[in-house]
């Protein structure tokens, strides 16, 4: 049967947070580069702009979304749940406007990919017949765990959740996962966590899954989404190895990278907590003790506002001036993936996002794990236990453990197994996203009806 082009835009609609835009944004210039013209759907709240990085992007913005100002009275949890509310109807004009400006056959929309947490994207293009997508930002595990905790909440167990036998019954099959690494977050009570996730698993008229993730990683927790979710799931990260998408929100300081030119190799220790988390002052110090008693030589993004209470750095007492000032180099935000390739750099001490743990597994460049919330437990878990990569840093922070953990990743002999085992991981990612490779075919299994008389 002869094929015939047709559809072949397709929209994105991320959520509004860094850890969430950056692979959308790559998933955006890996379908471009497939041929898509692409249209990016935001709200009002951390836009990312049409800069150089995107030049054939189309980006529009949900009239009337929720304030910049609501995310911080809400919290995100919250935020995300009033969001959804919020938008669907004007969502759905802005998509309607879209398709009577097309109007040309050969533009037609193929399909709207959506962010797991922005599920009112589902009802508006069901509305105009639209197939949709959804993108998975986190990795396969803790999808199941997801949807494990989702149907815990429907069967009303929630009541006996702190009873062992229950904790057992709800984790029988997720071995090495314990009930403490449950994917929940510190950002809201359990109940609207819940509630969120039980709309982020329903799939409900969604035509196919996406997830950044490889079957290398985590083939067995990609088999049980592929049975449960009834739809066809495709792992095509890491996006981050074959595509380049800049999508900070924030300015990177480059100065660093002059810094670490002047560094032994695997050497550093490079800290970065993420665009969310918090650190309490005492935490601060007893870091910075830790990092100065270990002798490394260290590399510390202190992002704006993590500092509760705090602009900055201003109100840390002089003592941490002096702990950080010998081998330390501290910067606002960092260039992270060109950190992370930089030959100085012997350790990453992260709060293990999805993009951060995936970035530094592509670099194979092992990991102190220190999780905050959500699906970062999940991924500490396997970094520490199934991958071999990382030392988890678990209860009270303290100078000793801070020093050992380390000693043990850049120092010890531990730490040079770890970095084997790593750059094991780093080869056959590479491998995966190259031509032929499993994530790269994946990818083409999910563009390919998209581009002919066949759709999804």
């Known amino acids: 049967m002869e094929e015939k082009r047709v559809k072949i835009r397709i929209v994105l609609v991320p959520v509004p947070a860094q ?24 709200t009002q709240h951390n836009r990312v702009s049409s800069s150089k990085d995107f ?20 919290g995100t949890i919250q935020f995300l749940i009033k969001l959804n509310q919020f938008c669907e109807a004007t969502f759905k004009h802005c998509l309607g406007q879209l398709l009577q400006e097309q109007g040309n ?83 809201g009570p359990l109940e609207s966590v819940l509630k969120l996730y039980s709309e982020t698993v329903n799939t409900g008229t969604a035509s196919a899954v996406i997830i950044n993730s490889a079957s290398c990683l985590e083939s067995s927790s990609l088999a049980w989404l592929q049975q449960e979710l009834q739809v066809p799931v495709y792992p095509i990260g890491p996006l981050h190895i074959a595509i380049t998408a800049p999508s900070s929100l924030l300015e990177e300081d480059r100065s660093c990278i002059e810094w670490l030119n002047n560094q032994k190799p695997s050497s550093v220790i490079y800290i970065s907590l993420g665009s969310l988390a918090l650190i309490k002052t005492k935490d601060m110090l007893e870091m910075a003790q830790g990092l100065s008693n270990s002798n490394q030589p260290f590399l510390w993004v202190i992002r704006p506002g993590s500092i509760p209470a705090s602009e900055w750095t201003e109100s840390l007492p002089e003592e941490f001036d002096k702990l950080v000032s010998e081998r330390g180099y501290i910067v606002k935000w960092a260039p992270q993936m060109e950190v992370l390739k930089h030959p100085a750099v012997g350790g990453f001490w992260s709060h293990c996002g999805w993009n951060s743990t995936l970035e530094s597994l592509g670099e194979g460049v092992p990991m102190i794990c220190r999780p905050f919330s959500g ?17 988890q840093l678990e209860g009270k922070l303290e100078k000793g453990i801070v020093e050992r953990a380390v000693k043990r990743l850049i120092v010890d002999e531990e730490g040079a197994e770890m970095r084997k085992r790593a750059i094991d991981l780093k080869e056959k990612l590479e491998t995966s996203a190259r031509s032929g490779g499993s994530s790269c075919s994946s990818l083409d299994d999910f563009v390919n009806p998209l581009k002919t008389k066949n759709s999804l």
């Open 105 to 187: 056959d050969d533009d037609n929309i193929a399909c709207v990919v959506y962010d797991e947490y922005i599920h009112f994207s589902k009802a508006a293009a069901k509305a105009f017949q639209i197939p949709t997508v959804v993108f998975s930002t986190i990795n396969a595990t803790a999808f199941v765990c997801r949807s494990v905790l989702a149907k815990v909440n429907e069967d009303q167990f929630l009541i006996d959740m702190k009873d062992p036998e229950v904790q057992d019954k709800v984790f029988q099959g997720l071995h090495p996962l314990r009930y403490k690494d449950l994917p929940t977050s510190a950002f």
């Open 375 to 391: 699906d970062q437990r999940v991924n500490a878990r396997y970094l520490e236990n199934v991958w071999r990569i990382g030392v």
């Open 55 to 74: 030049p054939d992007f189309q980006f529009l913005t949900i009239p009337d979304s929720l304030p910049d100002s609501d995310i911080k009275k809400l």
């Open 19 to 42: 850890g969430h835009i950056t692979p959308m944004m790559q998933l955006g210039k890996a379908l471009h580069l497939k041929g898509f013209s692409i249209t990016v759907i935001q």
